[in-house]
Every structure is written in structure tokens, then in C-alpha cells.
């Protein structure tokens, strides 16, 4: 509508004289505009630290809640700065990704423990809280790999796997179960029912269910058989468990841990040492123990081992009366452990039992 005041009054004095406002004279024909939707800004819920195998914080994954553009959550990346201490650099240039929880995934697996893998770090979390061993890789479905998940894992590992209830989950969890049994794990994929789409482990506990009924489910869980996609052939390597023994063992010059985990004695030859087994085990002192009453005096060491291929022997006490012989494998460890058969054996494992005590120093005390 036009408005125009001959006597150079202004609009707004025309409307009011005749009982109008401006809003009469000018109606909006577009629709009213919709309110404002609130901005919720996204802020880190949960901080995951990747650790080495001496549990050195390599990198975190960091938790975001709200995501962008609608979604639940997002996840970024760090990693210590190694220029200026106490600082962050946000990208993983250079860095070779990690199981989570690794340094407590090579504990259990030392241990004979069954290992859990999830989809994510916060079902880790989850099953840590009620007194699990578990791991998986960051990034989520898709992301692990032989080379920097599976490799950690052994021959003999027994391995439970809880993918998530979606497609994708179950394409990850068959793909993880899939390499593990290449390297001659022994796995069992649990789907658990009553999950909504894209439900988790965490989901699943959090909807009153107990450690207990998880573990019957896992009982029930039958070995996996590999899908039709053949499984990578594994390199003959030894499981991380062994790193520190090699090294160890290295230092003497005379024996060393062949694959799949048997000492070997180094036979020197014209074209230089050549290995030749002798026990398909490992063992070391790990303390000497003086006891005396005033009336006996006796000696004891503490020894533990690895069976091959990677399977962690407890630790034993053996009289010193009765260490040279190796009588005592039998009894301490039951009929795993062997030597192999022929002349002087016996001699090289005791000797290079004793001459890793004389390598790494093993500690002594009097009781």
C-alpha cells in the first residue's frame, strides 16, 4: 500500500490517524520464520589412551557428544607432542594404530585368559568394568588389520568377539574372526539378542543383564568357522610375548626362541650359527631364595616359561637340590613341556636357564 503525506507528515502519523499501525499497511506474505533451534556445542564425553606394550601413552581417541549434522557422537585423534611436552598434536601422522588396551590384553594373553574384542572403546571400557580382558581398534567397524590388531594375538589364544547389531557390526566381527583363526586363535562370535539396530555389548549389559548371563551365552557360543574368503597366510613370526626372551636369550650368543617358540641351542658351523632345538619351551629364573632356620640351610629359584607357541607357564619353585637334573619340568608344568630327545638337552636348558640369570640378574634374598 501506497502512503503519501501532501503536508510532508510521515507514514506512521497517517496510520495512527486513521487506527492503523504500520504492520495494517505493510502485511507480510511470507510465512512467519521458525524459531531458532538451540545450538548444542559438541564437547569431549570420553578420552581413550592407546598405550604400547610397556604402556607408554602413544595416542588418545577422543569421544565428542552431540556429532555434526544430527548425529549421536564423533571421534578425533591426538597424539603427544613430542616438541613441546604437556601439548597435543591432532592427527596420528607417523603412527602405527594400536589395540586398545594393549598393555592388559598382553597380560591376560600371558595368563591363558580369554580376550573380548568389540566394535569400540567404550564397550572395552564396559566389559573392563565387570572384570573382562577386552580390546578393539579405533575407527571404528572396518579398521582392523593383521598387521596392527591380529598380530598381537597367538597361536592357542582363546578369543571371544561381540559385534554390534547392525550389518557393518557383523561384517567386522566375521572379518576380525576370519584373521584370528589364520593365526590359529580359537574364537567364538556371540550375536546377542534383544538389541536394538546398531545395540552393542554396552547396550545389551545395560538393559539389566548380568557378567553371568553374558558368559553362559559365551559358553554356548560355538567355535568360528572361517567364512568363504580365505584367510591371509600368516608370516612363521613369534607372538609378541616372546619380544622380551629373544632379546634376552640374544645377549647370551648361544640360544635362541625359533618358531613356533622352541629354545634352540646355536650350533656354530662354517657358515655361521645354525639353531637346533632342544625343548619346546622357554624358562628363566626370576628370583633365588636363601632360606635358613639356623639349623638347615637350603636354596630354592623361582622359574617361569612359555610353551610353545606362546602359552605362559606358572611360575614354580624348584629346590636347588634338584634343579641340574630337570626332573622338576615335569612335575611343575605336567607332560606340555618336553625336551627334545638325545644327548645334552637336558644340560643346554639348564645352562641357558643359567646363563639368562647371569644376563638379566636375578634377584637374591635370604629369608
Known amino acids: 500500500m501506497l502512503v503519501h503525506c501532501f503536508a510532508g507528515c510521515r507514514p506512521e502519523d497517517v496510520a495512527q490517524a486513521v487506527g492503523l499501525t504500520m504492520a495494517h499497511l505493510y502485511p507480510n506474505s511470507a510465512p512467519p520464520l521458525p524459531e531458532p533451534v538451540p545450538q548444542v556445542r559438541s564437547r569431549v564425553v570420553a578420552t581413550y589412551d592407546y598405550r604400547d606394550a610397556d604402556g607408554r601413552l602413544v595416542y588418545q581417541v577422543l569421544r565428542r557428544e552431540p556429532g555434526p549434522k544430527g548425529r549421536k557422537k564423533t571421534f578425533g585423534v591426538r597424539r603427544p607432542n613430542p616438541d613441546r611436552p604437556g601439548k597435543w598434536v591432532p592427527n596420528l601422522d607417523g603412527i602405527d594404530p594400536l589395540p586398545y588396551r594393549l598393555p592388559e590384553l598382553l597380560a591376560a594373553l600371558r595368563r591363558g585368559e580369554t580376550v573380548y574384542v568389540t566394535e569400540g572403546e567404550k564397550d572395552v571400557d564396559t566389559l573392563a568394568g ?57 574364537v567364538r562370535v556371540v550375536e546377542l539378542l534383544d538389541l536394538p539396530s546398531k545395540g552393542d555389548v554396552s547396550d545389551w549389559l545395560a538393559a539389566e543383564h548380568n557378567r553371568e548371563e553374558l558368559m553362559a551365552l559365551v559358553e554356548q557360543a560355538p567355535s568360528w568357522a572361517p567364512t568363504g574368503e580365505p584367510a591371509p597366510v600368516q608370516p612363521q613370526t613369534l607372538p609378541p610375548i616372546y619380544d622380551e626372551w629373544i632379546a634376552q636369550l640374544a645377549k647370551t650368543g648361544r640360544y635362541s626362541v625359533e618358531w613356533p617358540g622352541y629354545l634352540s641351542h646355536l650350533k656354530q658351523t662354517r657358515d655361521g650359527p645354525v639353531p637346533v632345538r632342544i625343548a619346546n619351551f622357554v624358562a628363566r629364573a626370576t628370583a633365588e631364595t636363601t632360606r635358613d632356620d639356623g639349623a638347615e640351610r637350603c636354596m630354592t629359584f623361582d622359574i617361569d616359561g612359555i610353551l610353545a607357541p606362546g602359552i605362559l607357564l606358572p611360575a614354580y619353585s624348584v629346590p636347588a637340590k634338584d634343579f641340574a637334573v630337570m626332573g622338576w619340568v615335569s612335575g611343575a608344568w605336567g607332560l606340555g613341556p618336553s625336551l627334545e630327545p638325545g644327548r645334552g638337552a637336558a644340560d643346554r636348558v639348564r645352562h641357558s636357564i643359567q646363563m639368562l640369570a647371569q644376563v638379566t640378574g636375578v634377584p637374591k634374598r635370604t629369608v
Open 130 to 186: 565387570i572384570g573382562l580382558v577386552a580390546t578393539c581398534n579405533h575407527g571404528g567397524a572396518g579398521k582392523w588389520t593383521s598387521e596392527h590388531h591380529s598380530r598381537w594375538f597367538g597361536i592357542g589364544a582363546e578369543v571371544v568377539i561381540f559385534p554390534d547389531n547392525d550389518d557393518v557390526g557383523r561384517e567386522h566381527g566375521r572379518k576380525v574372526a576370519d584373521q584370528l583363526v589364520g593365526r590359529g586363535c580359537r
